[in-house]
């Protein structure tokens, strides 16, 4: 059903940040402290609620706190309920007023820079902030990507040529590199194929790869062309600004790695080398898309008892790095294809955020039905 999907889909994202959040630039994870640390939240609600069934008065229990991915993912799910469209002006306040409010949620230190300025309602280009961040050549890193599942999940059954038009212009509120455009496309994308594909076989993840990759090589291409005209044309009128050279598509090869690793027995060491797991979005967003289909596949050892969309969660974060934004747009993906009641109910009632991202899976589900009965 797609309430469950679109619903999976944020509350697996939000519950992914919460729990990876703990874990984030520690050096050492793996899979035994991720497991451990799962464990013990599951736990934790079983003795709460038999407490609770003895009659005894027993509080909340320890609620984990989301970080700015799901700050900002908030903000623009609410953003597209209001206006049942992108409305990028309004995404923007949303994000500056949501820093304002909350400042200590985990942002970067340069992104900071563009909320302040959008904070500003009279800033006659929204892009402005951000397209004059690091010399003119904007920010690469995965801040884009973190947050724009609700956008894939909007996008259901819109051209493509939207969905893409829509998540250019909702990174570049705060990213404007072409390889942070180009990973946060990625991402859009996969949260709208998952969606869009038959649940109720197993998954094929290498057909998912094809299309994934039908999707991204033709808009790779298109977003780096579109940057080497805009410099030249700089260059031209003696404004250029510096900047190191782009060269291949390196987002397709990291998808074409991605179908090799799923082939073989992959340690995380390589992993990390390979695919990364930093902030920066070429060294983190394929990543997501690896540990989503990794989980899918079912071969992460020690989760064998555990679902497809915790596989993927515990996974992403035993990888260590930036775990909570790869765990949440792995999990983002994952809870898109299996839906909510894959996302463990203890998990769920340990996570702040997940009852609002319950009803915003809703309210988008609602807009995104009413539109397929008009066409
Ligand atoms: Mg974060």
Redesign the pocket.
Known sequence: MLLSRVRGSLVAAVVA?CIG?KF?FSRFVNIDKVLNAVKKLEQNRTTMKKKVAEGKKEKQGDVLSF???TAMARSIAASLIEHKDVNVRDIGARFAKEFEKEPS??YGGSVITVLRALADQDLEDVFQPAREQFDGSGSYGNGGG?RIAPLGLFCHQLPLQELKEKTVSVTKLTHTHPYAIVGTLLESYAVHLALSLDNSKPLDTDNFLGQLLERLRPTEKEIYDQRRQMKSKEKNSGDESEEEGIEGLPYCNKVELIRDFLKRDVDSKEVRKKLGTKVTALDSIPTAVYCFLRGASQSIPGTEERGPVEQTIIYAISLGG?T??VATMAAAISGAFYGLESVPQAWQESCEGVRDALLFGEKLTEIISAREVKS
Request: proline letters at 0%.
């Open positions: 940040d959040a984030e970080t700015d991915d949620r985990g973190m930036d909570d934004t």
